[in-house]
């Protein structure tokens, strides 16, 4: 049996699935706020987190590591995240060849804000509708380590948190419940048809052109949920975070 969820054990907290769609909305509505030149992606909203738990420097081959990446991923990302001034890279005093991130003060206003934008952007009636700041940051951590496509999230959203449970949905829908805009929705979609993981009522008429999911399709979804399942926040932090 599939499993979708997650248990708590020694103060961390597992995610289900449903919950981890729900924080990609929530961002997801948050960066489509934000003016373009200040968006970082989901990832590098990971990669602050992280560093705000650990609450001090790391090498770009640690937090590489952690994230499951290669370097040069990790270098852009961090490249990205020290232009908009959210963080500060130094090389390291005994071996220069290593780069020590760590969060700038620009970069701790700005994840405080993030972090509590996302919480506000989540119903209290939706899956972690009652988060605290705290608790989703750390949240936020362990689910950056996950990287989906949008094609990916489409596809979780229909298998498993569709309203009425049995893989329907449209564009507007899909919209709505993941918070992408919606030619990012329109253009997963049309990559999941071409695939075989899902079906379009294209025809004229139909009710707000139905999206269907195959059973290849779910049990592609299967195997994504899969790896949320396997995802564990870091349990242990060097010191307490300082950040909130």
Do not use: W
Request: charged share 25%; net charge positive.
């Amino acid at each position: 049996m599939l499993k979708t969820g997650y248990e708590d054990y020694s103060g961390v907290f597992f995610v289900k699935v449903c919950e981890y769609l729900s924080v990609r909305r929530a961002y997801g509505l948050v960066r489509q706020t934000t003016p373009a030149t200040s968006r970082v992606t989901f990832d590098e909203l990971g990669i602050l987190c992280h560093l705000a738990n650990v609450n001090g420097p790391l090498r770009t081959s640690q937090i590489a590591e952690y994230q499951g990446v290669l370097r040069p991923t990790m270098t852009h990302r961090t490249g990205h995240l020290a232009e908009l001034g959210l963080i500060e890279r130094k090389p390291g005093e005994r071996d220069r060849r290593n780069v020590y991130c760590h969060l700038s003060s620009t970069g701790v206003v700005a994840i405080r804000r993030m972090v509590a934008d996302v919480c506000r952007n989540i119903k209290t009636d939706m899956p972690l509708g009652r988060c605290t700041d705290e608790r989703m940051m750390r949240i936020i951590d362990g689910a950056a380590q996950i990287s989906f496509s949008s094609a990916d999230l489409v596809l979780m959203q229909l298998a498993f948190c569709s309203d009425d449970g049995d893989g329907l949905g449209s564009v507007g829908g899909l919209v709505d419940g993941l918070g992408l805009l919606q030619p990012t929705v329109s253009m997963a979609a049309s990559s999941l048809k071409r695939a075989g993981y899902i079906e379009r009522g294209d025809t004229p008429g139909q009710a707000a052109l139905s999206i269907a999911i195959t059973e290849s399709g779910r049990a592609r979804a299967e195997k994504l949920v899969a790896q949320v399942a396997e995802f564990r926040p870091a349990r242990a932090r060097a010191r307490k975070s300082s950040v909130l």
